[in-house]
């Protein structure tokens, strides 16, 4: 989930970059100007932005994409107890032992 996170924070981040670096042309003269002065600032801006832009990704992906998974899972978890699952015999055999100590 943190690697989809970061590559589409990522996305997000280049394309507001281009975008900006299009709409900004006018300041073309003056760039090594305002790189001298400004370029420590400017790195802090492009990593807090990045970072909100990841924590937006991330929760945005919870929201949607992990929704329903306690009740996913309680159900999963009750067809391996009841022994109505394909998995059941794999999970008894695998895990069986570590539950009768």
Avoid at 6 to 18: D, S, Y
Wanted: hydrophobic share 50%; glycine share 4%; aromatic share 12%.
């Amino acid at each position: 989930m943190i690697a989809n996170a970061v590559f589409v924070a990522t996305l997000i981040f280049l394309a507001l970059g281009f975008w900006l670096t299009r709409e900004m042309q006018f300041l073309t003269p003056w760039r090594s100007l305002i790189l001298h002065q400004y370029l420590k600032s400017i790195a802090l801006y492009c990593a807090l932005l990045f970072a909100n832009l990841l924590g937006l990704t991330i929760w945005i992906e919870r929201k949607f994409f992990l929704r329903d998974t306690g009740r996913k899972l309680r159900h999963l978890d009750q067809e391996i107890q009841t022994g109505q699952s394909e998995l059941s015999d794999e999970m008894l055999a695998q895990f069986g032992d570590e539950e009768e100590r």
